[in-house]
């Protein structure tokens, strides 16, 4: 409730979300819900294994359910090799693949933050839900952009994603529909172009030159 809300309690619902989550001014407020992040993994760790441990008590022989944090953990791995994440039951550490002391997800730096926020929140969201990613290149180096949302969207078939990027290499790389934005006012007025993909210049290209504000020969 309050990751999706911004507010818990009875009653808890979606028309609280715009004067409790985005402040009454969803376009540009803040957020800042990575604890809540964190909580509804938690969350959904101790649910997921307390079933699995119930079906296991009453004789099942069944695979246990995969929790939410060990999906994440799967990509995280693959996408960082050189961080090992380490979550129990009620925290969560990290370590260097060598000798360095572990240390806390509170000490993670920006780019393992955001790494960690953007797996956790698609993976906590809804089913069939479209995720917005608004400049997914802010703290996330280059060369693991692609590798994270391949990974990330393997993991969440159901939805749909919606990428808004200035990174001209990262929106070539997606297997997707592209359009450029030409041009924005506040009064809700967009004017929105697709990315040919049968001219001839290359997608890259014919991004950037759509995409420019100066003219072009």
């Known amino acids: 409730?309050?990751?999706?809300?911004?507010?818990?309690?009875?009653?808890?619902?979606?028309?609280?979300?715009?004067?409790?989550?985005?402040?009454?001014?969803p376009e540009v407020h803040l957020i800042q819900d990575f604890d809540f992040?964190?909580?509804?993994?938690?969350?959904?760790?101790?649910k997921t294994t307390l079933i699995s441990h119930k079906k296991l008590l009453a004789g099942g022989h069944d695979k246990a359910d995969l929790t939410k944090f060990e999906t994440l953990e799967?990509?995280?791995?693959?996408?960082?090799?050189?961080?090992?994440?380490?979550?129990?039951?009620?925290?969560?550490?990290t370590k260097a693949a060598d000798d360095t002391p572990q240390y806390?997800?509170?000490?993670?730096?920006?780019?393992?933050?955001?790494?960690?926020?953007?797996m956790g929140q698609a993976l906590v969201a809804?089913?069939?839900?479209?995720?917005?990613?608004?400049?997914?290149?802010l703290h996330v180096h280059p060369s693991i952009m692609s590798k994270l949302w391949d990974e990330i969207e393997a993991a969440r078939p159901d939805c749909a994603f919606l990428f808004i990027t200035h990174d001209l290499n990262f929106a070539a790389a997606r297997?997707?529909?592209?359009?450029?934005l030409k041009?924005?006012?506040?009064?809700?007025?967009?004017?929105?172009e697709?990315?040919?993909?049968?001219?001839?210049?290359s997608e890259e290209l014919a991004t950037l030159i759509m995409g420019s504000r100066k003219p072009v020969l």
Do not use: C
Not at 39 to 44: G, H, K, P, T
Not at 184 to 191: K, L
């Open 1 to 25: 409730q309050k990751l999706r809300y911004g507010f818990s309690g009875e009653g808890s619902s979606l028309h609280h979300r715009q004067g409790q989550r985005y402040k009454q001014n």
């Open 37 to 46: 992040v964190i909580q509804a993994l938690f969350a959904d760790q101790a």
């Open 74 to 93: 799967r990509i995280w791995k693959n996408v960082l090799p050189h961080r090992t994440l380490m979550i129990d039951g009620d925290d969560i550490q």
């Open 104 to 118: 806390s997800a509170s000490q993670m730096s920006d780019g393992e933050r955001a790494v960690f926020y953007l």
């Open 126 to 137: 809804k089913p069939n839900s479209l995720l917005i990613i608004d400049e997914p290149e």
């Open 175 to 180: 297997v997707a529909e592209k359009y450029v």
């Open 183 to 192: 041009s924005y006012s506040p009064q809700t007025f967009w004017e929105i």
């Open 194 to 201: 697709a990315v040919p993909t049968n001219g001839d210049f």
